[in-house]
C-alpha cells in the first residue's frame, strides 16, 4: 500500500480478539413495529461470545417498562457460560425470546439489560422499541412469482396465500 499520489486506496480486512470476554447482542436494537393490542408477539435476540476467553453472564433483565408489556420468555438459567470464540471465527450463541404484549395504540420502549464479564461494557444495553396497533395491514402475496408474457397476454393472478393477521373483516 503506497501513499503516493494517484495511487489506489485498498481495504485489507482484519479480525483481531482478544483473550478476553466478549459478548455481541444481535439485534443491536429490537424493534416490534405493528403489534395488536391484546395479542402477543415475539421476537429472537442472539447473544454471542466474541472474546478469546469464556463468557459468563450473570443476570438479563428488561427495565424501563412502566406498562409491563415486554418480556423475556421461557427459563433463564444464570449464570449463563459461554464458551470463547473459535480461532476459525466461530461463535457459541444463545438465543433470548423477548415477547411484547400492547395493551392500547401507543409506542412503548424499555430496554433489554444483560450484565457478563465483558470489560469493556459489562452491562449491555438494548433499546426495545414496540407499536401497539388496532389493525394491521393485510400483506398481499400471489401463488406464482414471476411471469413471462406477451402483449395482450392475460394474466390471471392467485392471491391466496395473502395473510391479514387481524382476521377477515
Wanted: a negative charge.
Amino acid at each position: 500500500v503506497s501513499n503516493a499520489e494517484g495511487q489506489e486506496t485498498y481495504t485489507v480486512p482484519l479480525t483481531a480478539n482478544s483473550r478476553n470476554p466478549c459478548l455481541e447482542v444481535l439485534p443491536e436494537a429490537i424493534e416490534f413495529p405493528a403489534s395488536l393490542v391484546s395479542r402477543t408477539d415475539s421476537q429472537v435476540t442472539l447473544m454471542e461470545s466474541c472474546g478469546g476467553a469464556e463468557l459468563n453472564i450473570s443476570e438479563i433483565y428488561i427495565t424501563d417498562d412502566e406498562e409491563g408489556v415486554f418480556a423475556l420468555e421461557g427459563e433463564q438459567s444464570l449464570p449463563l457460560i459461554m464458551a470463547a470464540a473459535s480461532s476459525q471465527g466461530l461463535r457459541p450463541s444463545e438465543e433470548l425470546t423477548l415477547s411484547f404484549s400492547p395493551r392500547e395504540e401507543k409506542i412503548y420502549n424499555a430496554s433489554l439489560v444483560i450484565v457478563s464479564d465483558d470489560p469493556v461494557m459489562p452491562e449491555r444495553r438494548v433499546s426495545i422499541l414496540g407499536r401497539g396497533t388496532a389493525n394491521i395491514c393485510p400483506q398481499a402475496r400471489s401463488v406464482q412469482d414471476e411471469f413471462y408474457v406477451l402483449p395482450l397476454d392475460t394474466i390471471v393472478l392467485d392471491g391466496s396465500p395473502s395473510v391479514d393477521q387481524d382476521g377477515p373483516d
